[in-house]
């Protein structure tokens, strides 16, 4: 199975700051990385799929980088909606696998 | 609108059988592969199984192979769950996914709790 670890496990940040959330896979995955954002007692919600590509209707606040076994996910001008747990997920091979987690808080 | 909403959820014991079903709108639902994704209470996010959107292709995580089995109706344009044998460790809230490599849409889960 590929592992997908995401640094740091949690971060906090002022409103208005940029930041970048770290996803890497234990083997190489091309481009089949998606990024998800989860608020408590609500489903996850797709930013990106491919990597880079952001979903529709998904603010070009957030965006994602990387390929291989190193991927990135950037949010920039952050605002009290975008505290919230974020997930990356591999989709090259089966299982397919999330990341633990990374929870924004505010500062 | 995509729409899916699932539903069946509910308290089961040890070894107990559930059927979660997922009703799907606002999308030709015969498009897309189907995926079921769980999450434990507070912990992260489980893919689980998926489908084809003929039904020809099914794959699923380890820990529920033998256990677990995807089906979908094309007709009635939703998607189910048979979950037997059923272990405290499946206790999760679980998501019915358009999708079956990039998720883009998620219902709003169904409570599955395996408990005495």
């Known amino acids: 199975d590929i592992q997908m670890t995401q640094s740091p496990s949690s971060l906090s940040a002022s409103v208005g700051d940029r930041v970048t959330i770290t996803c890497r896979a234990s083997?190489?995955?091309?481009?089949?990385l998606a990024w998800f954002q989860q608020k408590p007692g609500k489903a996850p919600k797709s930013l990106i799929y491919?990597?880079?590509s952001l979903q529709s209707g998904v603010p070009s606040k957030f965006s994602g980088s990387g390929s291989g076994t190193d991927f990135t996910l950037t949010i920039s001008s952050l605002q009290p909606d975008d505290f919230a747990t974020y997930y990356c997920q591999q989709y090259n091979s089966y299982p397919r696998t999330f990341g633990q987690g990374t929870r924004l808080e505010i500062k | 609108e995509v729409k899916l909403v699932e539903s069946g959820g509910g308290l089961v014991r040890p070894g107990g059988s559930l059927r979660l079903s997922c009703a799907a709108s606002?999308?030709?639902?015969?498009?897309?592969?189907m995926s079921w994704v769980r999450q434990a209470p507070g912990k992260g996010l489980e893919w689980v199984a998926n489908i084809k959107q003929d039904g020809s292709e099914k794959y699923y995580v380890d820990s529920v192979k033998g256990r677990f089995t995807i089906s979908s109706d094309n007709a009635k344009n939703s998607l189910y769950l048979q979950m037997n044998s059923l272990r405290a460790e499946d206790t999760a809230v679980y998501y019915c996914?358009?999708?079956?490599?990039?998720?883009?849409?998620w219902g709003q889960g169904t409570l599955v709790t395996v408990s005495s």
């Open positions: 996914v358009r999708g079956g490599g990039s998720l883009g849409y």
């Open positions: 083997q190489g995955i091309s481009n089949y």
């Open positions: 606002g999308f030709t639902f015969s498009n897309y592969w």
């Open positions: 491919a990597a880079s």
